[in-house]
């Protein structure tokens, strides 16, 4: 495999702590500092910084909020022909949505009798209208950065002739036509976009993309956007509600399903909410919001994240349980946040709205429970245990392998640590490719549609979050099959099958080294990853090693309640057994993933917690966590770097 040279780049977006001047905006700082490496071409280039130049002159748009508009769609990358998750192209994010692609995978809106009605809302479809506007194809505004940029500013520069009747220089007077081009249709929602892109144009951003372009905006601080104009939109003002949001983030609240949650009392009555979970919604945010609010649903969730704007709905209050991690045990102690998008539809991309905003909401949970800012607090669906065999072999596997955990740390200025290198054998490593380059390709089969046809799968190679695992240290030899999904035979590149990739931010002891390849005690086996010289890991410490404390293999769980006899009388205890097929075997070791936590079991009809005597580890033990008793394993403190080929235990 080709080894690229690698540099740094910095990404700052300077945001003020405080309110923005005479418009009352306020968002969280965001600071990012990335990996990235040279574009194919060897060089970096300002063509794409000309390109919007040159549009913000062809049609009368102040190209710093032509920029600052862009930076919130895209972070200016052209993403080449692939679609964001909700259908979005280019560097402006125009938009060009389906019935077929609403209606691909293994969720989604398949067989709704309104997915053509619902694929028509002109705001899914602005490509189409930027072609009306330039008189460039559909097929050029997808594919080329320039024509993109171009029907962007075009489609801004209509939505303001509409609001003001011209086209001014006066950047502040634009801000009614940027809450337009976000496509919400709330006030609220609308205006919380336009803020966010008017907090870009006072603070500044610069980035060098992934296709090696240089782009810049300077820092315009005197900007007063004129934020009354949102009115002239004539949107929609969601009724006044007590949303638990931070003030960056425009947030409404829609009751979830009650079928979906539970009414409880966290954390006040000793249910600890201890983790974050990012899910995607295989859906649009409309019919995901509409879907989890049906009485008729059995699952709900806290939070839904919209993709163009990154507007949120609340459906669940924190202090109440949601059902969104097919997991009760997992439910209990954490807060559930869903995304629009499809994982597995041809999105290689979420947009940077949707990351930022999310980031500005994970901030705001984190500090309020106490919930620290790292990858084993912060997981995503595909992350989480399942409660028995069948619960494993049935759990999600979103957000997906083009969520980019790395950027997404940045944001919460909690990015991945550590010093690349070659691992040396008992040490713990941090999973860490370079998402941008990590390409993988991944087998996508999309299901039979409603008439009987099939579609043939194809593979498709894209940035991914993850490296593969292999039986050999051979990119010959079989992908590891985890034992809940294939038994004894070998795993897949399909989009879905999680069980033979180790993702970014998780953490396993090494097992074994050979020239380019490093192994990990992972799901009770030994597999083999490329890994020259440490480029896809960091060192990891501060961590405690889990491994058996007898000769025996230790039980493996999904999930942790109290032992039958704890239970008060009249009170029916919850089912605590293994996961068949999986364990802990002597000699094996596993990284914990939080402190030993007391096992604990919750009520309803009476509002009872019983919390038992015993408690469980939380491992990294395969792509997914697993639970141990604390008394049948030994921890072990990894407290420092790397130093003379081994770690201090």
């Given at each position: 495999?080709?080894?690229?040279?690698?540099?740094?780049?910095?990404?700052?977006?300077?945001?003020?702590?405080?309110?923005?001047?005479?418009?009352?905006?306020?968002?969280?700082?965001?600071?990012?500092?990335?990996?990235?490496?040279?574009?194919?071409?060897?060089?970096?280039?300002?063509?794409?910084?000309?390109?919007?130049?040159?549009?913000?002159?062809?049609?009368?748009?102040?190209?710093?909020?032509?920029?600052?508009?862009?930076?919130?769609?895209?972070?200016?990358?052209?993403?080449?022909?692939?679609?964001?998750?909700?259908?979005?192209?280019?560097?402006?994010?125009?938009?060009?949505?389906?019935?077929?692609?609403?209606?691909?995978?293994?969720?989604?809106?398949?067989?709704?009798?309104?997915?053509?009605?619902?694929?028509?809302?002109?705001?899914?479809?602005?490509?189409?209208?930027?072609?009306?506007?330039?008189?460039?194809?559909?097929?050029?505004?997808?594919?080329?950065?320039?024509?993109?940029?171009?029907?962007?500013?075009?489609?801004?520069?209509?939505?303001?002739?509409?609001?003001?009747?011209?086209?001014?220089?006066?950047?502040?007077?634009?801000?009614?036509?940027?809450?337009?081009?976000?496509?919400?249709?709330?006030?609220?929602?609308?205006?919380?976009?336009?803020?966010?892109?008017?907090?870009?144009?006072?603070?500044?951003?610069?980035?060098?993309?992934?296709?090696?372009?240089?782009?810049?905006?300077?820092?315009?601080?005197?900007?007063?956007?004129?934020?009354?104009?949102?009115?002239?939109?004539?949107?929609?003002?969601?009724?006044?509600?007590?949303?638990?949001?931070?003030?960056?983030?425009?947030?409404?609240?829609?009751?979830?399903?009650?079928?979906?949650?539970?009414?409880?009392?966290?954390?006040?009555?000793?249910?600890?909410?201890?983790?974050?979970?990012?899910?995607?919604?295989?859906?649009?945010?409309?019919?995901?919001?509409?879907?989890?609010?049906?009485?008729?649903?059995?699952?709900?969730?806290?939070?839904?994240?919209?993709?163009?704007?990154?507007?949120?709905?609340?459906?669940?209050?924190?202090?109440?349980?949601?059902?969104?991690?097919?997991?009760?045990?997992?439910?209990?102690?954490?807060?559930?946040?869903?995304?629009?998008?499809?994982?597995?539809?041809?999105?290689?991309?979420?947009?940077?709205?949707?990351?930022?905003?999310?980031?500005?909401?994970?901030?705001?949970?984190?500090?309020?429970?106490?919930?620290?800012?790292?990858?084993?607090?912060?997981?995503?669906?595909?992350?989480?245990?399942?409660?028995?065999?069948?619960?494993?072999?049935?759990?999600?596997?979103?957000?997906?392998?083009?969520?980019?955990?790395?950027?997404?740390?940045?944001?919460?200025?909690?990015?991945?640590?550590?010093?690349?290198?070659?691992?040396?054998?008992?040490?713990?490593?941090?999973?860490?490719?370079?998402?941008?380059?990590?390409?993988?390709?991944?087998?996508?089969?999309?299901?039979?549609?409603?008439?009987?046809?099939?579609?043939?799968?194809?593979?498709?190679?894209?940035?991914?979050?993850?490296?593969?695992?292999?039986?050999?240290?051979?990119?010959?030899?079989?992908?590891?099959?985890?034992?809940?999904?294939?038994?004894?035979?070998?795993?897949?590149?399909?989009?879905?099958?999680?069980?033979?990739?180790?993702q970014t931010g998780q953490q396993f002891v090494v097992a074994d080294q050979q020239g380019d390849w490093t192994a990990i005690w992972f799901s009770g086996e030994k597999v083999w990853f490329y890994n020259p010289g440490g480029q896809n890991t960091k060192q990891a410490y501060g961590v405690k090693i889990i491994s058996a404390r007898g000769s025996t293999p230790v039980a493996v769980y999904g999930s942790s309640y109290p032992d039958a006899s704890e239970y008060p009388a009249g009170l029916g205890a919850s089912t605590q057994v293994p996961i068949s097929g999986y364990s802990l075997p002597?000699?094996?070791?596993?990284?914990?993933?939080?402190?030993?936590?007391?096992?604990?079991?919750?009520?309803?009809?009476?509002?009872?917690?019983?919390?038992?005597?015993?408690?469980?580890?939380?491992?990294?033990?395969?792509?997914?966590?697993?639970?141990?008793?604390?008394?049948?394993?030994?921890?072990?403190?990894?407290?420092?770097?790397?130093?003379?080929?081994?770690?201090?235990?």
């Amino acid at each position: 495999m080709h080894k690229r040279k690698t540099r740094r780049r910095r990404v700052t977006l300077a945001i003020s702590m405080g309110a923005v001047a005479a418009g009352g905006l306020a968002v969280l700082p965001i600071t990012a500092l990335a990996d990235t490496t040279n574009n194919t071409a060897g060089a970096m280039s300002s063509t794409r910084q000309q390109d919007f130049a040159s549009a913000a002159v062809e049609y009368h748009v102040p190209s710093n909020v032509l920029l600052g508009l862009a930076y919130q769609e895209s972070a200016w990358e052209s993403h080449g022909v692939q679609a964001s998750t909700d259908g979005g192209y280019g560097p402006m994010h125009l938009t060009d949505v389906t019935p077929a692609i609403m209606a691909f995978g293994d969720a989604g809106a398949v067989g709704r009798s309104d997915l053509k009605s619902m694929a028509a809302n002109p705001a899914l479809h602005t490509l189409q209208a930027a072609a009306k506007l330039t008189g460039l194809s559909e097929d050029a505004l997808r594919k080329d950065p320039a024509a993109n940029i171009r029907g962007g500013a075009a489609l801004l520069a209509s939505y303001e002739k509409q609001v003001t009747g011209s086209v001014p220089s006066d950047a502040a007077q634009w801000y009614g036509a940027v809450a337009r081009y976000s496509q919400s249709p709330q006030k609220q929602d609308a205006a919380g976009f336009a803020n966010r892109v008017y907090a870009t144009i006072r603070g500044g951003a610069g980035v060098t993309t992934k296709d090696g372009q240089r782009v810049r905006l300077d820092a315009a601080p005197a900007v007063r956007p004129a934020t009354a104009q949102v009115a002239r939109l004539h949107l929609k003002v969601a009724a006044a509600t007590d949303t638990e949001c931070p003030p960056a983030v425009a947030c409404t609240f829609v009751p979830g399903s009650p079928a979906g949650l539970q009414v409880s009392n966290r954390p006040a009555n000793g249910i600890k909410i201890d983790t974050i979970v990012i899910h995607d919604l295989e859906g649009t945010y409309d019919s995901g919001v509409a879907g989890l609010a049906n009485p008729s649903n059995s699952v709900s969730t806290n939070y839904v994240m919209r993709s163009s704007d990154g507007a949120v709905t609340q459906m669940v209050p924190t202090k109440d349980i949601a059902f969104h991690a097919g997991n009760y045990s997992s439910n209990l102690h954490s807060i559930g946040i869903e995304h629009e998008g499809y994982a597995a539809q041809g999105a290689t991309w979420y947009t940077e709205a949707q990351y930022e905003s999310t980031a500005n909401l994970v901030q705001y949970l984190a500090h309020r429970f106490g919930i620290p800012l790292d990858r084993q607090h912060i997981v995503g669906h595909d992350d989480i245990a399942g409660p028995s065999l069948t619960g494993v072999q049935a759990q999600h596997w979103d957000p997906g392998p083009s969520w980019d955990w790395d950027h997404f740390m940045r944001l919460l200025s909690a990015p991945l640590s550590g010093l690349r290198g070659t691992a040396p054998v008992g040490s713990v490593v941090t999973i860490d490719p370079a998402f941008d380059t990590n390409l993988q390709t991944l087998q996508v089969c999309p299901i039979d549609d409603p008439t009987g046809a099939t579609t043939a799968c194809t593979d498709r190679k894209q940035a991914s979050n993850f490296v593969f695992l292999r039986t050999a240290p051979d990119a010959a030899a079989p992908l590891f099959g985890d034992q809940a999904i294939h038994g004894t035979t070998a795993g897949t590149n399909k989009i879905s099958d999680w069980g033979s990739t180790a993702q970014t931010g998780q953490q396993f002891v090494v097992a074994d080294q050979q020239g380019d390849w490093t192994a990990i005690w992972f799901s009770g086996e030994k597999v083999w990853f490329y890994n020259p010289g440490g480029q896809n890991t960091k060192q990891a410490y501060g961590v405690k090693i889990i491994s058996a404390r007898g000769s025996t293999p230790v039980a493996v769980y999904g999930s942790s309640y109290p032992d039958a006899s704890e239970y008060p009388a009249g009170l029916g205890a919850s089912t605590q057994v293994p996961i068949s097929g999986y364990s802990l075997p002597r000699g094996q070791a596993y990284v914990a993933t939080q402190p030993p936590n007391a096992t604990v079991d919750y009520f309803k009809s009476s509002g009872t917690v019983v919390t038992g005597a015993k408690t469980q580890y939380t491992i990294q033990y395969n792509h997914r966590v697993a639970l141990v008793y604390s008394g049948e394993v030994t921890a072990t403190p990894v407290t420092k770097h790397w130093e003379d080929g081994s770690a201090k235990r």
